[in-house]
């Protein structure tokens, strides 16, 4: 997560699920075929499918096969999948998506963060001075809040903003998939950066469960916590140039993509999406097969790239310089930005010019910051929301090794 510099958000407004009526009047349709596609998130369970073969003919269930699958509390039940909306700030610099926490259910846009791990969340256990127009969870109006006794939790993000604060078990529901047991963060103190964002209620986090910061005992994330309730062991991001976008659980909705997905395979040992960048391109020039380590980060807002993939690019923006006074690349706003090319594997993904004209740092528009910034000082590559947004991106837990899959849109 390393949002920047200033934000006004549009109300989020949640995707609601359509699905078609039950009742709906059945038109003969001829022949039609449904090629059949392996279930990514299909576990083989014996008892499960011994059980569905009796419901599916009505027979009752043999004592010993009920009780074998009351075990699995409910584990069976219907399975799930959700779609929630992810609205912009202003220039994009965060997505923010409207999440359910508590009974009767308080509505707070959260920033999902597949960077960090932890969902937390402005709340009444705050000053009044360090909230700014914020939503605050309140546990104490929500009767399904346990506070979670001797548990604290501190973080401190790339861009130096932090939080900190206690634990409760609430109820939390992300576009209609819902955890009745999810660890919710309530911030006590926040640092200024998210005081002055206004409309930022707060993250969920959606990297690895190994580097949330709950202490002394680590808390799982909520796609960690649903994902074994969920049609397939996945989430999927569908961010977009200044429009909504859309956030999908244990689905991956073909139409929001166009030919195949490329996956490759994550290391999660630093509890990241990392991956192998497999080179990069400028504009019509050469694609360069040069790979790197980089993470898919959808709460950092710019790509942070390697400094000489970095520099090679603001040579071909004529007026472009390094100032460190604004901390990193900028250039002429009127500059016609080349695009920008990255590779997963042999597929290759192009980001337009006009995604990396970030923003003006300057009140008359003259000059302009860069959405391609270096990652000096990091120790891997930040692929955040500046080349995210330019792809459908699968986030991919439901085999040994996590992968992701990119294609275009
Ligand atoms: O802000 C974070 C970030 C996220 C989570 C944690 C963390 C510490 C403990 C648990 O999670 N620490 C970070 O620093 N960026 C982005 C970033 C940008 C620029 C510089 C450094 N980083 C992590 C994803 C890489």
């Not at 960077?115 to 969340?121: A, C, H, Q, T």
């Not at 994902?227 to 397939?232: G, P, Q, W, Y």
């Not at 991956?252 to 290391?267: A, E, L, N, P, R």
């Amino acid at each position: 997560m390393v949002a920047s510099t200033t934000a006004v958000a549009l109300a989020a407004v949640v995707a609601g699920l359509t699905s078609a009526s039950p009742n709906a009047p059945r038109t003969k349709v001829g022949t039609f075929s449904l090629p059949q596609v392996r279930n990514p998130g299909f576990k083989k369970h014996g008892p499960a499918q011994l059980a569905k073969t009796y419901v599916k003919y009505g027979a009752s269930l043999p004592d010993g096969l009920a009780r074998t699958m009351a075990t699995f509390n409910g584990r069976f039940d219907k399975r799930d999948s959700g779609s929630a909306r992810a609205s912009p700030e202003q220039y994009d610099i965060q997505y923010l998506t409207p999440v359910e926490i508590g009974t009767p259910p308080q509505t707070l846009n959260l920033d999902v963060d597949s960077g960090s791990s932890d969902l937390w969340v402005f709340s009444t256990e705050m000053p009044a001075s360090s909230v700014k127009g914020q939503a605050q969870y309140d546990p104490s109006k929500s009767s399904t809040a346990k506070r979670v006794q001797d548990a604290t939790w501190n973080i401190t993000y790339g861009d130096n903003s932090y939080s900190e604060g206690i634990v409760y078990k609430d109820v939390v529901n992300v576009g209609g998939v819902s955890f009745d047991a999810q660890a919710v963060e309530a911030a006590t103190a926040v640092s200024q950066t998210f005081t002055t964002d206004a409309n930022d209620d707060g993250l969920l986090g959606l990297a690895f469960s190994t580097i949330n910061t709950v202490q002394p005992s680590q808390e799982k994330t909520f796609f960690d916590n649903v994902a074994s309730e969920l049609d397939a062991a996945l989430w999927t991001a569908d961010l977009k140039y200044h429009k909504s976008g859309c956030y999908d659980f244990g689905v991956i909705d073909d139409s929001k993509y166009t030919g195949q997905i490329t996956y490759t395979d994550v290391d999660s040992s630093d509890g990241f999406w990392m991956f192998d960048v497999s080179g990069y391109g400028i504009g019509n020039n050469t694609f360069q097969s040069t790979s790197f380590q980089g993470i898919a980060d959808t709460g950092t807002t710019l790509a942070m790239l390697p400094a000489q993939v970095v520099k090679a690019y603001y040579k071909q923006v004529r007026g472009a310089k390094l100032d460190n006074s604004q901390g990193g690349y900028v250039f002429p706003c009127q500059a016609n930005l080349p695009s920008f090319v990255y590779g997963v594997g042999n597929a290759r993904y192009e980001i337009p010019g006009q995604y990396i004209n970030y923003a003006p740092v300057d009140n008359d528009g003259t000059t302009c910051f860069g959405g391609i910034q270096s990652d000096a000082g990091i120790g891997f590559a930040i692929l955040g929301d500046i080349l995210l947004k330019s792809a459908f991106v699968v986030f991919d837990a439901s085999e040994n090794v996590p992968r992701l899959g990119f294609a275009k849109k």
